[in-house]
């Protein structure tokens, strides 16, 4: 069975910083491309970071030089370090490992940034 377990979320002040870690099991990690998304109340869904299975980044505009995105292989697992994290970065958080033919998503995770 195709599990992905998300950690790291919680609640933080602004300026502060969270890892959220996508750790997979049942799957070939390596090579899946990876994207975190997040949504917030009212809005919809939206890709933060992407790393492919060379390891090639994007990121949305909103998190340029404050997120990183990376994969470790052998153990199957995505970050995302997000610092200096702002109120506008709260939502839930997703995991997603995509081939084109097979979708996967973590569960969510949430990330609330709040005096």
């Known amino acids: 069975q195709v599990q992905l377990v998300e950690s790291g979320g919680g609640l933080v002040q602004p300026g502060r910083s969270l890892r959220l870690s996508c750790a997979a099991s049942?799957?070939?990690?390596?090579?899946?491309?990876i994207g975190w998304y997040r949504q917030a109340p009212g809005k919809e869904r939206e890709l933060v970071a992407r790393i492919d299975s060379a390891g090639r980044r994007d990121y949305d505009d909103s998190v340029k030089g404050r997120f990183t995105i990376s994969r470790d292989n052998a153990k199957s697992t995505s970050y995302l370090q997000m610092n200096n994290l702002k109120p506008e970065d709260t939502a839930v958080y997703y995991c997603n490992l995509k081939l084109s033919s097979a979708n996967k998503w973590g569960q969510g995770i949430q990330v609330t940034v709040s005096s």
């Open positions: 049942g799957i070939i990690f390596s090579i899946f491309h």
